[in-house]
């Protein structure tokens, strides 16, 4: 642990979070849930109320500062995540993003060619974006390095789905004709993402950012082959454009592909420091295959949460069970929580991680 007396400005609390991605060792397991900040939480649909909207919520730096500080007021979480959404670079680059009551986000112009691709420009982290940065800020200083605090972006793929569909989508048709039809102009597309995200992580980590992940929420709609070809290869340039070390510490970055389970050897030879897993893939196997490179980061089935307490600690006894001992174990769900759990059942998972997890921590 870090020494306590320590009162300089990048001092944490609790790092356990930090030294589990680094493999060092932990007393116990350290826990945090994707989309921790959210409308499960009575006090975040207030603020959201008070902010008027999702958008302005994210663009008023005190507000985001005070949901993201939410979920920590209530559980022992050992990370806050920066609250924001990935669509803010395909918004920062003109699509122009809004949000349809129950049918998520929307874009007003989504691409439909090259023509539009190339117009399209590399948003600035201090210009468009620099409400992200400004809640980064806010929110360090108001975490007074209890915790650190995890930046965020959407990978290129990712992105490039919604930019291209226009909204959610299901069956991914229209950036799979752009991909096997038009490789060459998702290619461009994908590259000035990878360019934008690049940008956009080291500012956040410029501003206090102590941590990031990628979100590769949709990679897993994909052929082995075109994986690698659309998503991965994006990805692992990413990585190799991070700021890897700042303010005399590590930044470790975590990559994230919901239904990766497949590809966890490509995934870690990317060079990032942890792999992000959902639910379908099971933890002993994925460390057997990758964990002597990377820390594995997961993996709960969400839906989990609407079970007993019983359930949950049982649920959380079998995956720290399978992961076995040794730190290189950030727990965490498979993907974000649920809009309809009882906050109590998150509490009783968050607080099951640590006490069960403390004997795979013995001696270290
Ligand atoms: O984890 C956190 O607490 C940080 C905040 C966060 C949000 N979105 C807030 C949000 C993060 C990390 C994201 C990432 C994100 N956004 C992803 C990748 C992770 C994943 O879940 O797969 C994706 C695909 C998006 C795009 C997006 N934004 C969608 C599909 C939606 C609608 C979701 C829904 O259930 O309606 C959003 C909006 C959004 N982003 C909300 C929140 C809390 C809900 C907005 C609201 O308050 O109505």
Not at 65 to 88: G, H, N
Not at 139 to 151: A, S
Not at 301 to 309: N, Q, R
């Amino acid at each position: 642990m870090s020494d306590s007396t320590d009162t300089s400005p990048s001092h944490l609390v609790n790092d356990r979070y930090l030294r589990a991605l680094s493999k060092q060792p932990v007393d116990m397991t350290p826990v945090w849930m994707m989309r921790q900040a959210g409308r499960y939480l009575p006090e975040y649909k207030a603020t959201r109320a008070q902010a008027g909207d999702f958008m302005s919520l994210c663009r008023n730096a005190e507000l985001a500062c005070e949901v993201t500080l939410q979920p920590l007021r209530r559980f022992e979480l050992d990370a806050a995540i920066l609250f924001s959404d990935i669509l803010t670079i395909p918004d920062a680059m003109g699509l122009g993003l809004y949000f349809e009551a129950g049918e998520g986000p929307k874009f007003k112009h989504p691409l439909t060619n090259q023509r539009e691709i190339e117009k399209l420009g590399i948003p600035d982290p201090e210009g468009e974006l620099q409400y992200v940065m400004n809640a980064v800020r806010t929110i360090r200083k108001e975490l007074k390095g209890e915790v650190p605090l995890i930046g965020f972006s959407g990978s290129p793929w990712t992105l490039a789905t919604y930019m291209i569909e226009g909204g959610s989508s299901k069956a991914f048709t229209k950036i799979k004709k752009m991909a096997f039809a038009d490789p060459q102009a998702l290619h461009l597309l994908l590259d000035k993402l990878a360019d934008a995200v690049i940008a956009y992580l080291n500012a956040q980590i410029a501003a206090g950012a102590q941590s990031v992940m990628v979100f590769d929420t949709w990679g897993g709609v994909l052929s082995p082959r075109d994986y690698n070809l659309f998503s991965l290869q994006y990805m692992a340039k990413i990585v190799d454009g991070l700021t890897r070390h700042n303010d005399g510490r590590k930044v470790p970055v975590t990559l994230f592909t919901k239904n990766g389970g497949m590809w966890l050897e490509s995934i870690a030879d990317t060079g990032c420091d942890a792999v992000g897993l959902d639910w379908t893939i099971n933890i002993d196997e994925a460390r057997a295959r990758i964990g002597d490179k990377v820390a594995l980061q997961g993996n709960m089935d969400p839906s989990m949460l609407y079970a007993s307490p019983d359930r949950i600690e049982e649920e959380v006894t079998t995956i720290l069970k399978k992961y076995g001992t040794g730190s290189g174990h950030v727990f965490n769900l498979g993907h974000g929580i649920h809009l309809d759990v009882p906050p109590e059942n998150a509490g009783v998972f968050i607080d099951a991680v640590h006490r069960l997890s403390k004997p795979y921590h013995n001696g270290q």
